[in-house]
């Protein structure tokens, strides 16, 4: 069993920078491939980014590229989310989310570990 537990999130006027972090406990990441979605209400969650448990290979939304990186330290049990150039489209709850094995998947449905997500705001 893994435990996840997001931080970093905020409220950041367009254009600013804000860094999230998860972070892992009961087992250690660094044999799952973790990945960010986002959600807001009404909508479906969304795929963000993700990364492999080696960090060798990453993929993001189109949304996102060229703004956000996901980058993972597996010493710290931890997985970051950079978000530069931040946009009101950007606002949304923001989930972590942890998979068995060495690659992700882009549909929420295959991650079984999920952190309790933390609210990104982003004022125009």
């Known amino acids: 069993q893994v435990q996840l537990v997001e931080s970093g999130g905020g409220l950041v006027q367009a254009g600013g920078s804000l860094r999230l972090s998860c972070a892992a406990s009961?087992?250690?990441?660094?044999?799952?491939?973790m990945g960010w979605f986002r959600q807001t209400p009404g909508k479906e969650r969304e795929f963000v980014a993700a990364i492999t448990w080696s960090g060798g290979s990453r993929d993001y939304v189109d949304s996102v590229k060229g703004r956000f990186t996901v980058s993972r330290d597996n010493a710290k049990n931890t997985v970051y989310l950079q978000m530069n150039s931040l946009k009101p489209e950007d606002t949304a709850v923001y989930y972590c989310?942890?998979?068995?094995?060495?690659?992700?998947?882009?549909?929420?449905?295959?991650?079984?570990?999920w952190g309790q997500g933390t609210q990104v705001t982003v004022s125009s």
């Open positions: 009961g087992r250690t990441v660094s044999g799952y491939a």
């Open positions: 989310a942890a998979r068995g094995g060495s690659y992700y998947y882009r549909l929420p449905g295959e991650y079984p570990y």
